[in-house]
């Protein structure tokens, strides 16, 4: 829901630095790469339960996930796999923080947690599904930035997940909570995309 405003505050300073790293020989692949390993540390940083450091590298991951396609414009365009390979880094990275939560107490967090968890694929498989369906009807939009696939706008969207996931740092003890209606906003994206979905490709 909130992506499309804060591209319009992101991209001029991501397209500045990413102009800046293409230039010296980064490749938005590998950027996508450094962006993942600084969310695995976050989510392993949460695991020992240190959890306001955990922000630090999370920030990073993140900035990272914007740079990539700021370096992939600058250095002449993305490709279908930097695309692939920039979603399925999304998707690790997402799964990584909510079990670093089961992890660090599994008797508190274990069932909120797999709540988190399921939403998040059931998700994930409507914006992936919607993607491949919008690409065989030559679909295109820029309303989240420039991407390699349809991405459909939503409830919950990359930054409100940002957002969720710097509460929990925050507040860890909070997590069963603000996982259980994460996960509930999260399937109500889904029927809402179901819902759009049928509109758009039912003919």
Do not use: H
């Amino acid at each position: 829901m909130l992506d499309a405003s804060a591209r319009k505050l992101i991209d001029p300073p991501l397209n500045r630095a990413g102009m800046a790293l293409a230039r010296v020989g980064f490749s938005a692949n590998v950027v996508t790469i450094v962006g993942l390993a600084f969310g695995i540390a976050s989510a392993l940083m949460i695991a020992m339960g240190w959890f306001g450091l955990a922000l630090v590298p999370l920030a990073l991951g993140r900035v990272a996930d914007g740079l990539d396609g700021a370096v992939a414009r600058a250095s002449g365009g993305g490709t279908d796999f930097g695309g692939y390979l920039d979603i399925t880094a999304d998707f690790g990275f997402y799964a990584a923080v909510p079990l670093a939560f089961i992890w660090v107490d599994p008797a508190v967090n274990g069932l909120a947690g797999a709540a988190l968890l399921a939403a998040f694929y059931i998700n994930g498989a409507s914006f992936l599904g919607f993607a491949v369906l919008a690409a065989k009807q030559s679909m295109e939009t820029s309303a989240q930035g420039v991407k390699s696939l349809y991405y459909s706008n939503g409830l919950l969207e990359g930054t409100e997940t940002i957002v969720f996931f710097a509460l929990l740092c925050l507040f860890p003890a909070a997590f069963p909570i603000l996982a259980v209606v994460f996960a509930g906003l999260c399937l109500l994206t889904t029927v809402l995309r179901l819902w759009a979905a049928r509109k758009v490709f039912s003919n």
